[in-house]
């Protein structure tokens, strides 16, 4: 489209002067061609605005109609994959973050209270002064046998692989993840240059396709891992088991996506569907899965090493959790990925119908390690359209430690959710490997929105938990969020999701609610004991 338009633009001035030479009337044109072409030239310079940069005077209709809609119309109507308030709401909020202008509203609530599924914070008669709070929490993640722990803020970018994402986008991740001070998760398609270069905290995660530490036939290779975990930027490793947009589901990367490049970042060959097998070719059983863990930790110097899941049968999750009493090897930290999470493309069915949402997965992780007295050693992390700072407070109060963002964090970078990920035609240039397209998003400009959006939503979060009298984010509890789950009827979070003793699943009696799926779970096998 620049290309065009500059050919456009010579033609256009070309034909003019010819025209006057010959018909001196033709001359008028020229008052209105020449804006017209300055506007051009403008819109392809400015460094901003991605849409105008790839599509230059035409591009700014999107802005223009912007503008001229309603506010409450934008808020009722604007809807993009699945109509979620996530979609409705919270994309205006990111954005005004993301630019750091006033995110403030007229006329109060938004959101109707009166609605099944309102949530909200009850605030404290004593709130605590916004200037006596801590505006970059951090936690430390690693275990009793970790030698690198990571102190890592409250709220980082999830997973997003280059090869899915363009290298402007992922520059572009990471230098704002470096101003701010966060970590930037490499998704499975592994460590590239660009997630490198910039410097900052990286969170290197492997799935079941090994890319960047696999051999030929796809199996894991020690050698290559070794020589990439030990990069100063590498803060954490990450083994992804599912993730929430396609559990049981390996992960595609279309040949039009596959270039040269990313071909040798994955050690995979050029010109075919990159297609990631659903399950690891590493281990088998859980007893397994946390030798491969030991064994990862080790190699790395001992950096935190932790896994990441969509929580589906929760027998498995039990059997993982008793081989961790029986060894004494435990990962440093679990990410919880919830069934609502997104990606670039997934088969329809496992979007919408596999995989448990991310509310009930976090508390079931936190209650089962709890019972198992293994919580305090082990940090959580949250994922799935965490957009907002009432987002991560209500996660935390879950039991999380920290959360992860991938969807919001590309809104802040310039992503409008035109739907073209698995197409290579997104016109913002974010999940692209068009190189013309890739021009338009200019990584000086798009990494100050991603440090700006991450630090005004961690300053949300504690200004929250600020209203409620809380100073600690590890003082956070399920008391503390409301929801109303019919229209007479209002439930606390410990109501919905009743805790459980600690060390309650180390020895029976055990609570009613865990005593079947217990039964049907071992450390030795991830296959249910019980048989229908």
């Known amino acids: 489209m620049r290309t065009l338009f500059y050919y456009l633009s010579f033609a256009c001035i070309l034909a003019i002067a010819l025209s006057g030479y010959f018909w001196h009337a033709a001359l008028w044109s020229l008052v209105v061609a020449i804006p017209i072409i300055i506007v051009g030239i403008v819109d392809v310079i400015q460094p901003s605005q991605t849409i105008r940069r790839n599509f230059p005077v035409i591009g700014r209709m999107r802005y223009w109609m912007e503008a001229l809609r309603p506010k409450i119309y934008q808020y009722f109507i604007e809807s993009d994959t699945d109509g979620t308030p996530f979609n409705r709401l919270n994309r205006s909020v990111i954005y005004q973050r993301a630019k750091k202008v006033n995110d403030t509203t007229p006329f109060g609530t938004q959101l109707n209270v009166y609605e099944v599924g309102y949530e909200w914070l009850n605030h404290s008669i004593s709130p605590l002064d916004s200037h006596s709070l801590n505006h970059d929490?951090?936690?430390?993640?690693?275990?009793?046998?970790?030698?690198?722990?990571?102190?890592?803020?409250?709220?980082?970018?999830?997973?997003?692989?280059?090869?899915s994402l363009s290298q402007n986008a992922i520059m572009a991740l990471n230098s704002g993840a470096k101003i701010g001070g966060f970590a930037h998760n490499t998704g499975e398609g592994g460590l590239s240059p660009y997630h490198?270069?910039?410097?900052?905290?990286?969170?290197?995660?492997?799935?079941?396709?090994?890319?960047?530490?696999?051999?030929?036939?796809?199996?894991?290779?020690?050698?290559?891992?070794?020589?990439?975990?030990?990069?100063?930027?590498?803060?954490?490793?990450?083994?992804?088991?599912?993730?929430?947009?396609k559990p049981g589901h390996g992960g595609i990367l279309p040949a039009k996506k596959v270039t040269e490049e990313i071909a040798k970042i994955r050690l995979v060959e050029m010109g075919k569907d990159v297609i990631s097998p659903p399950y690891h070719k590493a281990f088998k059983t859980p007893i397994e899965m946390l030798h491969f863990i030991k064994k990862l930790r080790e190699l790395s110097g001992g950096k935190p090493i932790g896994f990441k899941l969509c929580v589906g049968m929760k027998s498995q999750f039990l059997a993982l959790c008793k081989a961790m009493v029986k060894t004494g090897i435990a990962p440093d930290f679990i990410t919880v990925d919830g069934g609502e999470g997104g990606t670039g493309a997934a088969p329809l069915e496992f979007s919408n119908s596999v995989g448990m949402p991310l509310r009930d997965g976090l508390a079931f992780v936190h209650d089962a390690l709890n019972g198992f007295a293994l919580r305090k050693q082990i940090r959580i992390i949250a994922s799935g359209k965490v957009a907002t700072g009432f987002d991560i407070v209500k996660l935390l109060a879950l039991g999380a430690d920290m959360c992860n963002s991938a969807r919001a964090m590309m809104l802040a970078l310039g992503c409008i959710q035109a739907l073209e990920c698995n197409t290579n035609k997104c016109p913002t240039g974010v999940a692209t490997q068009d190189k013309k397209l890739q021009k338009g998003l200019v990584v000086d400009d798009k990494k100050h929105r991603i440090a700006n959006?991450?630090?005004?939503?961690?300053?949300?979060?504690?200004?929250?938990?600020?209203?409620?009298?809380?100073?600690?984010?590890?003082?956070?509890?399920?008391?503390?969020?409301?929801?109303?789950?019919?229209?007479?009827?209002?439930?606390?979070?410990?109501?919905?999701?009743?805790?459980?003793?600690?060390?309650?699943?180390?020895?029976?009696?055990?609570?009613?609610?865990?005593?079947?799926?217990?039964?049907?779970?071992?450390?030795?096998?991830?296959e249910p004991l019980i048989k229908r």
């Open 196 to 245: 490198l270069a910039p410097g900052g905290d990286i969170i290197w995660q492997i799935g079941t396709g090994y890319f960047g530490c696999r051999n030929q036939d796809g199996s894991f290779n020690y050698d290559l891992f070794a020589e990439r975990a030990v990069l100063p930027n590498v803060k954490m490793i990450e083994i992804k088991l599912s993730q929430g947009a």
């Open 453 to 526: 959006f991450h630090d005004e939503t961690v300053k949300s979060a504690m200004e929250l938990m600020g209203a409620a009298g809380i100073s600690d984010t590890s003082k956070m509890h399920r008391s503390f969020i409301y929801r109303r789950v019919s229209a007479a009827e209002i439930k606390t979070y410990a109501e919905t999701y009743p805790y459980i003793l600690r060390g309650s699943l180390l020895e029976a009696p055990y609570p009613e609610q865990y005593q079947y799926d217990l039964s049907n779970s071992s450390e030795e096998t991830f």
């Open 137 to 163: 929490p951090r936690v430390l993640v690693g275990g009793p046998d970790c030698k690198q722990p990571y102190s890592a803020s409250i709220y980082n970018i999830s997973a997003m692989s280059y090869g």
